[in-house]
């Protein structure tokens, strides 16, 4: 089920944080790992329980504000997960081909503002239907 691979997934994630620190490029991805795990933490803790309460109840009992908001936190929670794993392959790209550059890219305040970049854009796009604009 999806719980199981999240669970899965996010300890898989806690147990790479005990790889060796030799090499800047393990720290680059550890930084990047580190918000996909607490995306898919929060998933796990916000979004499924309620996905489990709609199936077993065959319908939607939690009121009219988390019918908005559980599907906010699902959807912005998908597109920081996929984001972040799009940096990751990004990350190894570049570290790859472009070795020469790769330390001007990758320092801490971009490693940050890239981090910070999936969270705003992904909940952002959400806007429009956490507010009725779109998307009923």
Same mark, same amino acid.
């Given at each position: 089920?999806?719980?199981?691979?999240?669970?899965?997934?996010?300890?898989?994630?806690?147990?790479?944080?005990?790889?060796?620190?030799?090499?800047?490029?393990?720290?680059?991805?550890?930084?990047?790992?580190?918000?996909?795990?607490?995306?898919?933490?929060?998933?796990?803790?916000?979004?499924?329980?309620?996905?489990?309460?709609?199936?077993?109840?065959?319908?939607?009992?939690?009121?009219?504000?988390?019918?908005?908001?559980?599907?906010?936190?699902?959807?912005?929670? @998908?597109?920081?997960?996929?984001? =972040?794993?799009? *940096?990751?392959?990004?990350?190894? $790209?570049?570290?790859?081909? /472009?070795?020469?550059?790769?330390?001007?890219?990758?320092?801490?305040?971009?490693?940050?503002?890239?981090? @910070?970049?999936?969270?705003?854009? =992904?909940?952002? *796009?959400?806007?429009?239907?956490? $507010?009725?604009?779109?998307? /009923?």
């Amino acid at each position: 089920t999806v719980s199981e691979i999240k669970v899965a997934n996010i300890s898989w994630r806690h147990a790479q944080r005990y790889v060796a620190w030799g090499s800047r490029m393990v720290q680059v991805n550890y930084f990047f790992d580190r918000g996909l795990c607490v995306a898919d933490f929060i998933f796990c803790i916000v979004v499924l329980p309620f996905s489990a309460s709609r199936f077993i109840h065959g319908t939607w009992i939690h009121g009219t504000v988390l019918c908005k908001l559980v599907p906010f936190m699902r959807y912005g929670n @998908v597109g920081v997960s996929l984001l =972040s794993i799009a *940096m990751i392959t990004i990350n190894r $790209f570049i570290m790859i081909t /472009r070795t020469s550059v790769y330390s001007k890219i990758y320092k801490r305040v971009w490693i940050g503002a890239m981090i @910070v970049f999936c969270w705003v854009f =992904s909940y952002s *796009m959400q806007m429009p239907t956490l $507010f009725g604009v779109w998307g /009923r």
